[in-house]
């Protein structure tokens, strides 16, 4: 009777980590190279070959992450809501400058558009490690 209790115990085990893996695949939906290092909130992020999707598209609340697909580094960006697709727009990446830093400000998608820094408290945030004389710019990156 032990031996099953274990055996199941294990089974139960081994399922639910085959079932966590298999949520946190990436439902890539785009590609992207950045040429610059650049962080995502408090994390340094490397330049590279970017994928851009969902982990959990199929779940109710997905997450949009970005992977380096050189290092295999991921980042979970934050639960959005997902809107009707729109192709009409371009996917894009948006990073504010400053000097030689750049940060992520917002991730727009056909079907999603999160903006990570969305009051000017926050980007002056970035702006202040710059010293004085140095000015904030948008660069944008497209996805395809």
Same mark, same amino acid.
């Given at each position: 009777?032990?031996? =099953? /209790?274990? %055996?199941?115990? /294990?089974?139960? +085990? ?13 439902? *890539? &939906?785009?590609?992207?190279? /950045? ?7 408090? *994390?340094?992020?490397?330049?590279? *070959? ?8 199929? @779940?109710? +609340?997905? #997450? %949009?992450? +970005? ?7 991921? &980042?979970?960006?934050?639960? /959005?809501? &997902? ?7 371009? !996917? #894009? ?11 992520? !400000? &917002? #991730? =727009?998608? @056909? ?9 000017? @408290?926050?980007?002056?945030?970035? #702006? ?11 660069? @944008? +990156?497209?996805?395809?």
């Amino acid at each position: 009777m032990r031996n =099953k /209790i274990n %055996l199941a115990a /294990i089974a139960f +085990i081994f399922l639910t980590a085959a079932a966590t893996t298999a949520s946190a695949q990436l439902d *890539q &939906r785009y590609r992207a190279e /950045i040429p610059f290092d650049f962080s995502v909130g408090k *994390q340094d992020m490397k330049a590279g *070959q970017y994928a851009i999707g969902l982990y959990n598209s199929s @779940s109710g +609340i997905p #997450v %949009l992450g +970005i992977t380096n697909r050189d290092t295999g580094e991921k &980042r979970f960006l934050k639960a /959005i809501t &997902r809107t009707g697709d729109d192709h009409t727009y371009t !996917a #894009v990446l948006k990073f504010l400058r400053n000097g030689e830093h750049y940060e992520l !400000a &917002r #991730v =727009k998608g @056909s079907d999603f558009d999160l903006k990570l820094k969305s009051t000017w @408290s926050e980007v002056n945030q970035v #702006v202040k490690g710059g010293g004085a004389g140095t000015a904030t710019e948008t660069v @944008s +990156i497209y996805l395809h």
